[in-house]
């Protein structure tokens, strides 16, 4: 066996009393894929700064291809054939793509000949590894799947033997998560070693050829991906037995709670985001709307949650609510049964700042058991019903008095769960419940969603995560450009028909996918770039 | 109007489009790379003083020329030690630069000259005369074209055609040399400068140097050029329009110009008319006099189509976790 492309040797790095890296050992063969999974904090981002020069590490070594090599800064790293892909692409947004692809690397101190020398070496790159970018192209103008492809471009540019892809999915359709994978694996059979940084299991299983487990800092395990399953991954992960699958008995829905008929918002900027949207939610079941972040799921929430005017009926329990003017607020729509918990828990969920107690108060400060009397409110009563409510939820450390900023993103998200459940509404908005949970809060929060379907109410869940819609939903409607595409049931759907739907296309298209996929696109930025005032 | 008014309005746009230009493009260099600096007033004001006392105690131009450039480049590091750094908030940077050189060259020019504050008067050699082109005079009886080589293009000191000539230079540097590409990122993306290898803070101190240089020739234009001494805040606030002028020129050179033209004829009216007869009506010397500053107002106020600043525009850089 060759020298490993990559080989680390009992790597450590501390931030003050932090161990964020335990005596780390990995070793990456060439011409692989290899996974790091681990949970938000483990120590994935860490190490992986370590590598690309971000940061020193406090002891150990690193071999690139055998060789001792000291990666000092990030400069030291591209020599080494290093090439990252972030997760927060580190792209000029004005620029165009050939600009984004020289910077830093120019040849001389004009421009001309590097521009002309990368545009050649596009074409080429381009070629070989089927990465089709226009090298003109403004990189605000292009979507997400395409900034990281010239992410990719840059690194490739750069003579990078090794790629290390940090969470490249997060921002990525279903579709574009299928066309970059299609491209790593076109990477690897052209020798590049790739690295690829996720929490997402079944993306581990789908394209690694090895896997290192992470968990508080240290590696527990380095395993062949033929060889392990998702479940023992999982358990590595978080150290201790966790179900994949929620466990929910079949639904048993009652009557119609709310009920949305021909919702429509345009925003400030003119554009229509929601285009006529009319559900129903039942008594005991949960409706899963699924599709890609900005094709009108938030608004949605935001209509229904109080904070933003709309045009259209909605009733709850039958019975019609505002949707503009004084009564049409978040204060209003929760004196009529509906609870929320939005998308963003540390924008809209949670004052940052604020402690536990003042955040689990906010919203329902007005009731009467958190009053001392006219004019004074009852701290301690309202920390005394935070610290049961932490109990209950299992927030750590259950301390009422802890800023909501000192919290995991796990715990922030158990506080906000908790103060909406806790007030037993008739139906529960909840949007991107688990987005940067942690394995364990995942299971723990979809338990408690289930529970209360179970008690017979009714929930709304957005999510664009699709394995979450497809194991929690008892319906799912998919939303593309403001409208629903179509309703399905999780029992007689697949991930490929919900990921089409979420493109703009129902039915089977005909010709390629991709093409479809990308005029839907153009159709949807045309409409939105004609309405924009 | 006759042509020759028209001639010397437009003669006189220019000398006062000369400290408004070096400076706007002195904040273009600054706030491209990502550092607002609304201590270009105070950066002026600075050189103004220490060209003129240098030109005074030396009798010479190119002294006074270099002394302000320095006194300039001083207070520009200090802004850049303060926002690159430490971090600082530039805005209150830069107030407390603008304060600190109103102050300070007050007292300082009482203390070495006496004088109330002010420089003495510069005699012939401690001024940067007006050069005449070449065939200037020969050319000058030449119907339309000889006046306006004569009088307009001919005959203004060397500051105004090196800050004329800086605007070409600016828009070749920031869109040819590789220089202009990397300032160009740093003020948008910084984190993508910094993973490309490249250092965020020579970036950036390049463009605080570079704002320094341009400002202290625009003061010494003020002290040494324009006017022949220096006066208790004689800047009389072109930093600000300066900066409203970059703003209104969405932070481009050729735009830049322009502005500064525009604002260097708003200047030359006030200058040379008292009260403006327009369709009837007689505008009033006052109004006329506000004119510049009226318009920055509107500019500022995002009247004028929107501008958008350098989207890593003051905020500090710091690497990520």
């Avoid at chain 1, 799921?297 to 209509?303: D, M, N």
């Amino acid at each position: 066996m060759s020298a490993p492309a990559i080989e680390l040797r009992g790597i450590s790095k501390a931030f003050g009393p932090v161990q964020a890296n335990k005596d780390i050992s990995i070793a990456v063969q060439p011409g692989t894929i290899h996974g790091i999974i681990g949970e938000n904090g483990a120590g994935k981002s860490t190490l992986m700064s370590i590598l690309y020069g971000f940061y020193k590490a406090d002891a150990g070594e690193i071999f690139i291809k055998g060789q001792p090599t000291q990666i000092p800064d990030s400069q030291a790293a591209i020599a080494a054939g290093i090439g990252m892909v972030f997760q927060h692409f580190k792209l000029v947004q004005n620029f165009t793509v050939l600009e984004n692809v020289i910077l830093g690397v120019e040849d001389g101190a004009m421009l001309r000949p590097s521009l002309a020398k990368a545009r050649k070496a596009l074409t080429q790159i381009a070629a070989e590894y089927d990465l089709h970018v226009d090298p003109d192209a403004v990189i605000e103008t292009l979507s997400v799947g395409h900034q990281q492809r010239v992410e990719i471009l840059k690194a490739l540019y750069r003579q990078a033997d090794i790629l290390i892809l940090d969470e490249p999915t997060g921002v990525l359709t279903p579709a574009e998560a299928d066309q970059l994978f299609r491209i790593l694996a076109r990477l690897k059979e052209e020798g590049k070693t790739i690295i690829l940084i996720t929490h997402k299991l079944r993306e581990i299983m789908e394209i690694t050829d090895t896997v290192s487990v992470m968990r508080r800092g240290q590696m527990t395990a380095t395993v062949k991906t033929s060889e392990t399953n998702p479940e023992e991954l999982a358990e590595l992960m978080v150290g201790r037995k966790v179900l994949l699958r929620v466990e929910k008995a079949p639904s048993n829905p009652g009557a119609a709670v709310l009920e949305v008929e021909n919702l429509r918002v345009v925003d400030s900027f003119g554009v229509e985001r929601l285009r006529g949207v009319s559900l129903h939610v039942r008594q005991g079941e949960i409706l899963g709307i699924a599709g890609v972040a900005g094709n009108g799921q938030s608004e949605l929430l935001e209509v229904l949650g109080g904070m933003r005017s709309g045009e259209g009926r909605i009733r709850v329990n039958g019975e019609e609510i505002d949707l503009t003017g004084k009564h049409s607020d978040g204060q209003s729509r929760r004196k009529r049964g509906i609870a929320h918990v939005p998308e963003d828990r540390q924008e809209e969920g949670l004052i940052m700042e604020y402690m536990a107690w003042e955040n689990v108060a906010f919203g329902y400060h007005h009731d009467p058991k958190y009053q001392k009397n006219a004019l004074f409110m009852d701290n301690a009563a309202i920390r005394a019903d935070t610290a049961a409510k932490m109990e209950k939820f299992d927030v750590r450390p259950p301390n009422p008095r802890l800023k909501a900023r000192n919290f995991s993103g796990g715990n922030q998200q158990k506080i906000v769960v908790a103060r909406e459940i806790e007030r037993d509404p008739d139906i529960l908005l909840i949007g991107q419940p688990t987005r940067g949970v942690d394995i364990g809060a995942i299971e723990f929060i979809h338990e408690q969603i289930i529970a209360l379907r179970d008690s017979g109410k009714a929930i709304l869940l957005v999510s664009v995560e699709l394995d979450e819609i497809m194991s929690l939903s008892d319906r799912i409607a998919v939303m593309f450009d403001g409208k629903i595409m179509g309703e399905r049931l999780p029992s007689e759907t697949d991930e490929r028909e919900l990921g089409l739907l979420m493109a703009g296309i129902s039915g089977e298209p005909e010709g390629s996918v991709a093409e479809a996929v990308a005029e839907q696109m153009r159709k949807k930025e045309e409409r939105e770039a004609e309405q924009h005032g | 109007m006759d042509f020759l008014t028209i001639i010397q309005l437009l003669d006189s746009t220019i000398r006062s489009a000369t400290p408004l230009l070096l400076a706007c493009l002195a904040g273009l260099y600054s706030e491209r790379s990502g550092i607002f600096d609304i201590g270009l007033e105070g950066k002026m004001l600075a050189a103004a003083f220490f060209s003129a006392a240098v030109a005074y105690m030396t009798g010479s131009a190119w002294m006074g020329l270099g002394a302000g450039i320095a006194a300039s480049m001083v207070l520009s590091l200090i802004h850049g030690v303060a926002s690159i750094n430490f971090r600082g908030n530039q805005l209150i940077s830069g107030v407390a630069i603008n304060f600190l050189a109103a102050g300070m060259t007050v007292l300082i020019a009482q203390d070495w000259f006496a004088q109330g504050g002010r420089t003495p008067s510069l005699m012939s050699g401690g001024r940067f005369e007006p050069i005449t082109l070449p065939f200037a005079d020969a050319l000058a009886g030449v119907p339309f074209l000889g006046p306006i080589y004569a009088e307009l293009i001919s005959g203004h000191s060397i500051l105004v055609y090196i800050a004329f000539a800086m605007v070409p230079l600016t828009w070749w540097d920031l869109f040819r040399t590789r220089f202009g590409l990397r300032l160009r990122a740093v003020g948008e993306n910084p984190e993508s400068v910094d993973t490309a290898g490249v250092s965020v803070i020579r970036l950036r101190y390049a463009a605080v140097i570079i704002c320094g240089v341009l400002c202290g020739i625009a003061g010494a234009y003020l002290a040494t050029g324009l006017q022949a001494n220096f006066t208790k805040d004689m800047t009389a606030n072109r930093g600000f329009i300066a900066l409203a002028a970059l703003i209104f020129a969405k932070w481009r050179p050729w735009y830049a110009l322009y502005a500064c033209l525009l604002f260097g004829f708003l200047f030359a009216i006030e200058t040379r008319f008292q009260n403006i007869e327009l369709l009837g009506f007689t505008l009033p010397v006052q109004f006329v006099q506000a004119l510049p500053y009226i318009l920055t107002v509107v500019i500022l106020a995002g009247f004028v189509g929107k501008a958008i600043p350098p989207r890593a525009g003051g905020e500090p850089y710091v690497k990520e976790r």
